[in-house]
């Protein structure tokens, strides 16, 4: 029997930062008692290699399973644990402190690789009116 696999994926899609998200620029997620938080380590991820990374690439790796893989596991431990990881659903990049807390929008193009643009910048703006592109906003930090 196989396992259904779940994907994050989006293509030629903008997430769109929360509507209730304070930041009035792009911030970079601070660290949390010395050590970086899941949105830091997105941020670093997305940042460092844009349109490098799929949604699913980023959700696994700065998951908890994906931080506990040894440096030294095997492509075979890897693809397995990122198997078990997405044979349930999981929360995808609308979630993200990046788009909920931060600033920042999500741009994934057309073949599911992931960047991301601060709110205040004029590539935000560009990507807000691309009438080529699925509009979608963050989710919201708190209930309406």
Not at 58 to 83: C, D, H, M, N, Y
Request: aromatic fraction near 8%; charged fraction near 25%; charge should be positive.
């Amino acid at each position: 029997m196989t396992t259904q696999m779940h994907t994050t994926n989006c293509f030629n899609t903008f997430i769109r930062v929360a509507e209730d998200c304070r930041a009035p620029t792009g911030e970079e997620p601070p660290l949390r008692a010395g050590k970086p938080t899941v949105a830091c380590l997105q941020y670093l991820m997305i940042a460092k290699a844009p349109y490098k990374y799929t949604s699913d690439d980023v959700i696994f790796a700065t998951s908890a399973p994906g931080r506990e893989l040894a440096v030294k596991a095997t492509k075979a431990e890897k693809q397995a644990a990122r198997e078990a990881f997405f044979s349930r659903g999981q929360a995808c990049m609308r979630a993200s402190s990046l788009g909920k807390r931060f600033g920042w929008g999500v741009h994934a193009d057309s073949e599911g690789r992931i960047a991301i643009y601060a709110i205040d910048s004029n590539r935000y703006q560009a990507l807000v009116r691309d009438p080529k592109l699925t509009q979608v906003r963050a989710m919201r930090s708190k209930r309406a």
